[in-house]
């Protein structure tokens, strides 16, 4: 009889402790670093249509709109996941470990560079943010890419994986350092030629361009190794492919604008040679034409199996968000090749492009949405919360007894 008692006690506890467990708890235990790329994806939308060749006012307005828009959401979820490190820390600990869902963890170095280029369009123009600003900005974003990139690789080169499931996106742990390029010249942009802090921001850029693109370029050769072996990806693996495209494309974008900034900024602090920046500009437009070639081809390849291989459930819904921020690259390069090169069809080409990725943004959100609210994303079990929240709990329980 009392051990049915105290069986009996014990499972009222239990149930207690599970109907103590909140809607908002479940939340904040459920959420993960997958969530960054909708802010990604979102601030894809206005990098895209802020290199439209025809501007109005009116989009002017819509790209802000979308700026603020990715604003909110990184706020959202480095706010719920800093929660969720406070309450949940084994959890939190549990995800950085992750093989799959570590990968994301960079990603909120990606968002911040995002929202520094979105700044750049629509803050600076104003008056209300200043060149000086937008300088550090660029300093602390080299540091959030090396803090957050090293130790993550450390983890994930720490255990061993198997290549027959190798997807693109294992090189999100590299991307923040081959974006810093991209950022460089955004930043250039609002540096004066003279400026000598513009030759260290130059430099820098493509320091880390190469750095980055190589490393990603690495586990590209491992990606059509693994597809020789295995075939086409599958699954929800389906939207890794086209992270394929983000470092050959974002890397042409780079060469070509660091080479333009190079032309400008080289003979003016009478550096190298008074041909350098000329001679850098053509090998960049050079090398751009050919990583372009191959982003497109990476491209093709992601869509033209993609229907047929991708399971189409909303509970993979975040991984679709791959189809938006790693093809900014080659796309923002079309409209770049369409001024260097006069070539009309670019400009109509990067329209339409751009129409496709505004398209793409709003279906992924509506089905994000409806995927959220019926809790197939961002939600955990009662069971999996209550366990780490009782761990939590007795874990400071034993700490207050050891100080005592």
């Not at 104003?126 to 803090?147: A, E, K, N, P, Q």
């Amino acid at each position: 009889m009392p051990s049915f008692e105290s069986t009996s006690s014990s499972s009222t506890a239990v149930q207690r402790g599970e109907q103590d467990i909140s809607p908002l708890s479940r939340r904040i235990h459920g959420w993960s670093w997958q969530a960054f790329p909708i802010g990604l994806g979102t601030g894809a939308v206005y990098v895209t249509l802020s290199g439209l060749k025809y501007h109005s006012s009116t989009l002017t307005h819509v790209e802000t709109g979308f700026y603020f828009l990715t604003i909110a959401l990184f706020l959202l979820n480095t706010l719920t996941l800093s929660l969720q490190a406070i309450l949940f820390p084994r959890q939190a600990w549990r995800l950085l470990r992750d093989p799959l869902k570590g990968i994301f963890v960079p990603l909120i170095v990606l968002s911040f560079a995002t929202l520094i280029i979105g700044t750049i369009n629509y803050g600076v123009p104003t008056g209300r943010i200043s060149s000086g600003f937008i300088y550090s900005l660029f300093w602390i974003y080299v540091g959030f890419s090396l803090i957050t990139c090293f130790p993550m690789l450390m983890i994930w080169f720490n255990q061993p994986h198997d290549l027959s499931k190798f997807t693109p996106a294992y090189a999100f742990l590299i991307f923040p350092m081959m974006l810093i390029g991209v950022v460089a010249f955004n930043v250039l942009r609002v540096l004066s030629p003279e400026d000598q802090r513009s030759v260290g921001v130059l430099l820098t850029g493509y320091f880390f361009q190469g750095l980055g693109f190589f490393m990603t370029f690495f586990y590209i050769c491992i990606y059509i190794m693994r597809i020789i072996m295995t075939g086409f990806l599958s699954g929800h693996q389906a939207n890794g492919a086209f992270v394929a495209c983000g470092p050959p494309g974002f890397t042409a974008l780079a060469l070509i604008k660091l080479g333009e900034c190079s032309r400008k900024i080289l003979p003016e602090h009478d550096l190298v040679s008074p041909i350098t920046g000329e001679v850098w500009y053509s090998t960049s437009v050079m090398m751009g034409i050919l990583l372009f070639g191959l982003a497109v081809f990476f491209f093709a390849f992601g869509a033209l199996p993609y229907w047929f291989k991708l399971h189409k459930t909303l509970d993979d819904i975040l991984s679709c968000w791959a189809l938006t921020f790693p093809n900014v690259g080659w796309i923002a390069s079309l409209r770049v090749f369409a001024d260097i090169f006069d070539i009309h069809g670019f400009v109509i080409l990067h329209l339409v492009m751009t129409i496709l990725m505004c398209i793409t943004w709003a279906i992924l959100f509506i089905l994000t949405v409806i995927a959220f609210f019926e809790g197939r994303i961002f939600k955990s079990r009662r069971e999996d919360v209550m366990k780490d929240a009782n761990s939590s709990h007795r874990k400071a329980t034993q700490t207050a007894e050891s100080t005592v």
